[in-house]
């Protein structure tokens, strides 16, 4: 079967699973064992015949979507991994077939063209100064950026910049043992491998205190700077969560900045969920102060609906992460005798897929009014979704959302509430997550999909209660 078949196939399959999984018509998930998907999808008979194509092809593509994981179903509200906008998925099989890994100039001048497009329209929603497009210096110090492989990776490299800037030597000579980050104890796991990374240790992190919803309190921090200094610590950076993790609750960013502009501190903002309620005009004033900060993640594949994935780091001044991996910083464009730009210069990564096309067909597609309304119809859709499961009887939230993130539990103890999460899951109508906050155990929704609305939300209400009652008698 000639290529160009085999392709319209697998598309006609591809948008047959995105049918199934928009009507129901299909389990949200289904976790066969690793043995049986290896069996069923014949992996070990297609690696040693070959020619995988034609019919073969299909019935492998056949399986493959029969067991994955369906996003594009009403009932997936589990992760912050976006439900994809399909022309934005068209991306991944760009990127796949020109395989223009970017990350010098020559070896893919769209795609870098692109992510330096994308980057500017990040820092400018952020605020910050975009980078002229022909590399020309400003005064002062225009932003920056560079795409990551994830938000953790790009808060590693924020912190990795931050700790740079504080101790230059640390490049030659290692991290000094002094050093530290103070970060909020909801912080994203990759701040705290970031610091065993750094060669900070985990006690080179400075944990704030928080409020009852975990957001950090700004008058606390001159005494968690103190403590640090008591215990022999210099804290350089302090992250900042917009939103958080477990519960998507924003910490308030301008008296924070103020205390780190006070201090000499970096602050990052890890707004890899919450940065993109930038684009709503009336929730925006929750990332009031953003463009205080030092340096912001800002992941496109949650709450963006890029495809997997597309993470930005941005920096309020260039020179910041031009300085990361190498102390003597060629300036990220070429000089006059090459054109263009080396992304390559300001990430961990050598090999790089063209992140930014994912994204700027997504963007593309729906333009910023469109993310923008997307942005409000989620949170919205939470909000609806806490007044229907605080006002539910033997039902509890943990805080009312400020973003597309809820958590609640229903009466009982952890056990009971991971026994509800497994038997919904096993029902393959809907899919939720669970998270730890205040010590105890909620079942958490992520709202990111564009096909759920709230009587999807009520029916899982409907089966938890029925499942509860079943289960404590
Ligand atoms: C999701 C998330 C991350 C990690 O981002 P990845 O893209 O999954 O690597 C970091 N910080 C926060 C606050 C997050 O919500």
């Known amino acids: 079967m000639p290529f160009d078949q085999d392709a319209a196939a697998t598309l006609d399959q591809l ?73 934005g998925s068209l991306a991944g ?44 210096p400003t005064d002062p110090p225009c932003g920056g950026g560079v795409l990551t492989h994830g938000g ?73 700077l103190d403590r640090a200094h008591a215990r022999g610590k210099r804290p350089f950076a302090l992250v900042a969560n917009a939103c958080s993790t477990p519960v998507g609750i924003y910490d308030r960013l301008e008296p924070i900045a103020r205390f780190c502009s006070d201090h000499g501190i970096w602050l990052h903002v890890d707004g890899a969920h919450g940065a993109s309620a930038l684009l709503s005009p009336s929730r925006r004033q929750l990332l009031q102060g953003i463009h205080l900060a030092d340096s912001v993640t800002w992941d496109a594949h949650k709450l963006m609906q890029c495809p997997v994935l597309c993470a930005g780091l941005l920096v309020r001044n260039h020179r910041d992460i031009d300085r990361t991996f190498q102390q003597d910083a060629s300036y990220l464009f070429h000089d006059q005798e090459q054109p263009g730009v080396d992304f390559g210069e300001r990430s961990f990564e050598c090999t790089k897929a063209g992140l930014g096309l994912r994204f700027f067909m997504t963007l593309g597609a729906l333009g910023e009014t469109g993310i923008s309304r997307f942005v409000d119809r989620q949170c919205d859709l939470a909000a609806s979704a806490y007044d229907l499961i605080s006002s539910t009887p033997g039902f509890e939230c943990a805080t009312r959302p400020e973003s597309n993130i809820l958590c609640f539990r229903v009466q009982g103890d952890d056990a009971l509430q991971m026994r509800i999460r497994a038997a919904i899951l096993g029902g393959g109508s809907h899919y939720l997550s669970a998270t730890l906050f205040r010590g105890r155990r909620w079942l958490r929704i992520v709202l990111l999909n564009p096909a759920t609305e709230l009587h999807h939300i009520q029916s899982l209400v409907d089966r938890i209660a029925e499942l509860r009652a079943g289960m404590c008698g």
């Not at 066969?32 to 995988?52: F, N, Y």
């Not at 230059?168 to 912080?187: K, Q, V």
């Not at 990759?190 to 985990?202: D, E, F, K, P, V």
């Open 15 to 87: 948008l047959g699973y995105v049918e199934l999984s928009r009507a129901s018509a299909r389990p949200v998930l289904r976790q066969d064992s690793v043995a049986d998907l290896i069996a069923r999808m014949e992996l070990q008979r297609h690696t040693s015949d070959g020619g995988l194509g034609g019919a073969e092809l299909a019935r492998f593509v056949e399986r493959y979507l029969e067991c994955s994981t369906a996003l594009h179903h009403p009932g997936y509200m589990a992760h912050q991994v976006s439900v994809p906008n399909l022309t």
């Open 93 to 136: 099989l760009m990127d796949g077939v020109t395989n223009n890994a970017m990350s010098v100039y020559e070896m893919g001048p769209t795609s870098a063209a692109i992510e330096f497009f994308v980057i500017n329209w990040m820092l400018g929603q952020i605020g910050w100064q975009p980078a002229p497009a022909d590399g020309s």
């Open 152 to 224: 953790s990776l790009a808060n590693l490299t924020a912190l990795a910049a931050a700790r740079n800037r504080f101790a230059p030597e640390a490049w030659e000579n290692g991290s000094p043992g002094d050093l530290a980050i103070m970060a909020s104890p909801m912080s994203h796991y990759s701040i705290s491998r970031t610091a065993s990374i750094l060669g900070l240790g985990q006690q080179g992190i400075v944990k704030l205190d928080v409020d009852e919803r975990g957001s950090i309190l700004p008058d606390c921090l001159p005494a968690a």
